[in-house]
């Protein structure tokens, strides 16, 4: 089962770093991972497979939002259907 | 590989354009708690509701942390209420209302619907017990829905339930002084009310219906506004064209959530409310999509024919996304839950006169309109039958949700608050329709209706 985990925010040391040390943790796998400076802030957009994770999706939501919050950007993770649904047929 | 893009503008949505489901809502028959004893009736109802709606909120909860999508509402329509309590030898009806609420507190949902009666025809004993109730009913409890229905293509408009209800809103409206008549904000009239909708405060699980379902209603009028943005100008192919891609979107996601809604609860999926519902947040409004087509403010001279392209492009694009829309299915227009409505009304551009005429081709009817509190039972039963013979004569839905507001008039609000909003209040003809709310009967139905 495929996630999108995406962060947005003013760019600093250590934030690709810190998310996937987090999601490692949790032993959920990296796909793939784009990052650009979109109208000046960070953005980075990963999909990950949730399919071995040691924590549920709603959890790990939790966990990334308190990151997110100490380090004071925007994180995010959702299930990837919900992209899929709005834009594929 | 879902491109960056794609993922980004599904994020802006739901940040920054209010995109929601607007509400999960599980309807459950209640036909199986008919009792004669109207006490263990009463017992049946809550008992049921409890069990089949247990994990509803849950369910709606880990959906909404999983795919990150809000949903705002989780609720319970029920079997039209008069058909249960008319099997009982109860006097009076509010105890079954009382259970539902208790029921509705039990389960954590926001609102349950289903203390209604359909009579578009004729009222049996029971309909007429459970209508004479209603202003009890929605005094002493906190989160029940009302629902009449008293006309219908088929079978015409019921002209003494529609006089009946003039009074039952008046009444409800005094019983509920001191919250500004908010007793009447759970209460709609309806002419060809439908089975499977999920909105509040209009849903009832119709008899037609499977033992339980779930219905979805989705919502977006900040994202349609949002897209409209970008074709500022362009001929008004190029606003359907936009509106439609816009809904499609919206309404898979909808589909999505209500697929898995069904399948995590057990319990078989109905249908999608392709609807575009306001809130009183502003950027989430449809008056303001109206105006964004070109109108100073809506109300004004075009309002009418930007409302009916809105309304069908929202279905045309929505009906693709899913496998089965149903419920009322377009764009709602309530007064007191639109930022844009709110203000347009409070500016005098948008009156009740248009407000009825923009009932013609939107997916509702006169909704949340807050009229002085010294108006007339029959006038607000003649403003009834105006919008009953709407829905009547166009083979459509239409409702009446009026608000008279105890001891206020023209100029002055009301505050209900949430999503329920505020509402000023706006005038209403003077001249008198007594007489001919007073002669009684039915109204025929139009000849369309004999079809057969």
Redesign the interface.
Known sequence: MNAIVTVVGRDRVGIIASVCALLAENNVNILDISQTILQGSFTMVMAVDVGASKAPVGDLRDQLEELGKKMEISIRIQREEIFDAMHRI | ??N?K???S??EMIDQQHLDIRTITMGISLLSCCDPDGKKACDKVYDKITRYAEKLVKTGE?IE?????PIVNKRISVTPMALVAGASDAKDYVPFALAMDRAAKTCGVNFIGGYSALVQKGMTLADEKLIRSIPEALASTDLVCSSVNVGSTKAGINMDAVALMGRVIKETARLTEAQDGLGCAKLVVFCNAVEDNPFMAGAFHGVGEAEKVINVGVSGPGVVHHALQSVKGQPFEVVAETVKKTAF?IT??G??VAQEASRRLDTPFGIVDLSLAPTPAVGDSVARILEEMGLEVCGTHGTTAALALLNDAVKKGGVMASSSVGGLSGAFIPVSEDEGMIAAARSGVLTLDKLEAMTCVCSVGLDMIAVPGDTSAETISAIIADEAAIGMVNCKTTAVRLLPAPNKTVGDTIEMGGLLGSAPVMPVHNESAAAFIGRGGRIPAPMHSLKN
């Not at chain 2, 942390?65 to 999508?69: D, M, S, T």
């Open positions: 590989m879902l960056q794609d993922i980004l599904t994020i880990d942390r999983e795919f990150g999508i979107r898979r996601m589909q999505l």
